[in-house]
């Protein structure tokens, strides 16, 4: 049993995912209106941050593999 049995997507916060795990904390940075822009961590391809963004920037398809490894199964 997980704990989400019986909740419904309305019941979801924007801070839980669908498996019921709390989303990672802190703002996600606003995408760059023009560049420069910073690299990806992994692939080293633009990304849609700015240059100034802090942390670990991820271009779109990184994000989206890393969104996928992290998803639950189920």
């Known amino acids: 049993m997980s704990g989400t049995e019986g909740r419904t997507l309305e019941d979801m916060t924007?801070?839980?995912?669908?498996?019921g795990i709390p989303e990672p904390a802190g703002p996600k940075p606003e995408p760059a209106a023009e560049g420069p822009f910073?690299?990806?961590v992994l692939?080293?391809?633009p990304t849609e941050y700015p240059e100034s963004?802090?942390?670990i920037?991820?271009?779109p398809v990184c994000e989206w593999q890393?969104?996928?490894r992290t998803a639950c199964s189920g």
Do not use: H, N, P, R
């Open 57 to 59: 920037t991820l271009c």
């Open 38 to 40: 910073a690299s990806c």
């Open 53 to 55: 963004t802090k942390g």
């Open 43 to 45: 692939c080293q391809e």
């Open 14 to 19: 924007d801070a839980t995912s669908y498996c």
């Open 66 to 68: 890393e969104a996928q």
